[in-house]
Nanobody, 135 residues
Framework: QGNLVESGGDSVASGQSLRLSCDVS????????????MGWFRQTPGKEREGVAV???????DYAAFVRGRFTISHDRFRGTVNLQMNNLIPDDTGTYYC?????????????????????????WGQGTQVTVSS
């Protein structure tokens, strides 16, 4: 499935917050990962996997419209993690959340597709962590 490991998923009520984390330390500092992009994606039964948030090695971030203003993606190079702070959760946020990383991927490429449709340009994935938001 991939070499990344996500954590932080849980079952919460509407309006609450969660913080997801993904360990990408294996790839930090390697020649192929001088430049890269990372992202968080989600999938729920009956829907295609959709992009939620992305961030580049330069620190530029972008979000799908349905989470903008509620979620924040960040990258901690020292700890080797990419994180997703999820605030004001709603039931539609329910799903399996995956992190991904792709070397040499630029933000312009992601934005040309749209963040929500960008999963196909990411190649290294985690197993997913479940987020459930009740009404």
């Amino acid at each position: 499935q991939g070499n990344l490991v996500e954590s932080g998923g849980d079952s919460v009520a509407s309006g609450q917050s969660l913080r997801l984390s993904c360990d990408v330390s294996l790839y930090m500092g390697t020649p192929a990962f001088n430049t890269y992009s990372m992202g968080w994606f989600r999938q729920t039964p009956g829907k295609e996997r959709e992009g939620v948030a992305v961030i580049t090695s330069e620190g530029f971030a972008d979000y799908a419209a349905f989470v903008r203003g509620r979620f924040t993606i960040s990258h901690d190079r020292f700890r080797g993690t990419v994180n997703l702070q999820m605030n004001n959760l709603i039931p539609d946020d329910t799903g399996t959340y995956y992190c991904a990383i792709q070397p040499k991927l630029r933000l312009t490429t992601i934005q040309a597709l749209g963040v929500a449709k960008s999963s196909k340009v990411f190649g290294i994935w985690g197993q997913g962590t479940q987020v459930t938001v009740s009404s």
